[in-house]
């Protein structure tokens, strides 16, 4: 089993494993404001770091491991599977606009998505114990091509290993029915597994329990 711990501390083993891709809208709209006086992709920056240092405290992050995706017309993997090193995931910019800045077309990211978590799946795992992969994506605007981007969900959630969180991240007195149903859709469950944020703190929250409510164990 990998590990990361120094020498002369207690390892504690890994009893499921699970992969959380990040899969994090770089269309220029993220540049728009957000709260604070902040950008929307600062704000997913600031969100996605505060998730690693609640998740570094946690009693179980010897658990989780983490991969990044950013997108617009394209996907680009930023940060490959990559067990949980609190230092080695704060090397990374997870501001989603960085590199991009185009239009949205989810469906790509999530073929990335699909690559990462079946190559995740179907190694074959040192360690022996449970594997699952959670995709968290968060977009804020409406898909090129929806029902692609649906298309290549179903067939991400027609494995019973692969869960799908989406937040929705939106303008203050905006209203976008037709993107969030979109991502409704993708997502595994709209009950549990989808919301809509608009900073970085209601991301978070939203990641962390979408994390805790996929591995089936508070991470805190």
Known sequence: METNAPIGTPVIPRYFHQLGILVL??????TDKAAMNSTKAKEVNSGVV??????NVSRVKQ????ACIKF???AT???PPTSFDFNRLMCEDYDPIVGKGGGTQIFEALNEAKKLAENFL?????DGVPHKVLILLMSDGMCFQPQTTISVASNLKSNPKINIACAYFGTVGETAIDAQKVLKEVSTDPSTFYTTVY???ALRAF???SISQSAGIKID
């Open 25 to 30: 809208d770089g269309s220029g709209s993220m």
């Open 50 to 55: 505060e998730l690693f240092n609640r998740l």
């Open 63 to 66: 658990n989780f491991s983490f």
């Open 72 to 74: 617009d017309e394209s």
């Open 77 to 79: 993997v930023t940060l």
């Open 122 to 126: 179907n190694s074959n795992p040192i």
């Open 199 to 201: 900073d970085g703190e």
């Open 207 to 209: 990641f962390e329990r």
